[in-house]
């Protein structure tokens, strides 16, 4: 049985009003550049259920447009509301809950190398609090559902660079998350390992998981078309 998004929020999943952002110089800074907006008056929405590619070059803002959306980081000026939530209104206690409601996948993985499969996939569930008894049949139908329950006992080391994407993959969606980002999840793969796991994604944008996936590869977006958030120079070109 494949994953669902629990809790789907009907409606408007995101929403960026007059949003810029502006990283602080470190004391001491000369660098110029260092400073300057690096997302400038992006006004957006994404409805429930979309799935939507974000583009652009490299240094475009696509990261840190990415960390707006999983509530990593807050906006410089502006307004960004997540499932509902206006976040600069938020208490700081409501966050945990609502980030837990988002999924993140990685370029580089992000696994524990000391850490099983297994055990990478069902650390969300264990620092929710999950029973030990009910968390191990989440964490095997999340193996079974990319492919990899001969592997739970591997350590990340041990898998092939498109196997440790999928073991991300299942970690970031085995909360059932209603937002799922991905930065650059095919950057390191190769072509068929690529298209599995596009195919994971669009599966849980099938199943009612809002999803935005970040790449500069306009070749996959060609391949894969859909709608697109397009950044040049941290600015919102479509």
Known sequence: MAPGAAGLYVGRMVRFTSVGLRYAPPA?????????????????????????????PSGAGKSSLLRLMQLAQ?????????LGVV??????????ALRRRIGVVFQDFRLLPHLSAFDNIALPLRIAG????????????????????????????ELSGGEQQRIA??????????????????????????????????????????????????SLVSAYPGPALRLADGRLER
Do not use: C, Y
Not at 37 to 44: K, M, Y
Not at 87 to 96: D, I
Not at 132 to 152: F, S, Y
């Open 28 to 56: 001491g800074s000369s660098d110029p550049g260092v400073g300057q907006d690096v997302l400038s008056n992006l006004d957006f929405h994404l409805p429930a259920g979309s799935f939507h590619w974000l583009t652009g």
């Open 74 to 82: 807050r906006p410089t000026r502006g307004e960004v509301e997540v």
């Open 87 to 96: 976040t600069s209104r938020a208490r700081r206690s409501e966050l945990p």
């Open 130 to 157: 999950r029973a030990e008894l009910a968390l191990r049949a989440d964490v095997t139908e999340m193996l079974r559902w990319v492919g990899l329950e001969p592997k739970a006992e591997s350590l990340p080391p």
């Open 169 to 218: 993959i299942a970690r970031a969606v085995v909360m059932r998350p209603a937002l799922l980002l991905a930065d650059e999840p095919t950057g390191n793969l190769d072509a068929v390992q690529s298209r599995r796991v596009l195919s994971l994604l669009q599966e849980m944008h099938r199943m009612g998981t809002t999803v935005v996936v970040a790449t500069h590869s306009d």
